[in-house]
């Protein structure tokens, strides 16, 4: 059975920053997450949610680094 409450669900906060501005691969240049990362987000699970952390932040890396 899932016993996860709503409120755990909620523990794990969105890294939107309110700079939502897609580039050509769909992922937001605020926060680093694709589209469809972004319109899951509410639905996803703690883990889920762990995994597109770890996605933004990959992409935020390799951002700095190909911009440099």
């Known amino acids: 059975s899932n016993s996860v ?3 755990d669900q909620s523990t794990v906060r969105s890294p939107c920053i ?3 501005c897609l580039d050509h691969n769909d ?3 605020g ?3 694709h589209i469809d990362e972004i319109t899951g987000w509410h639905s996803a699970d703690t883990d889920r949610k762990k995994q597109i952390l770890e996605n933004t932040s990959r992409r935020r890396n390799s951002h700095k680094t190909s911009a440099q």
């Open 31 to 33: 926060c680093f997450r």
């Open 18 to 20: 309110s700079n939502c």
């Open 27 to 29: 992922v937001c240049m």
């Open 5 to 7: 409450s709503q409120s």
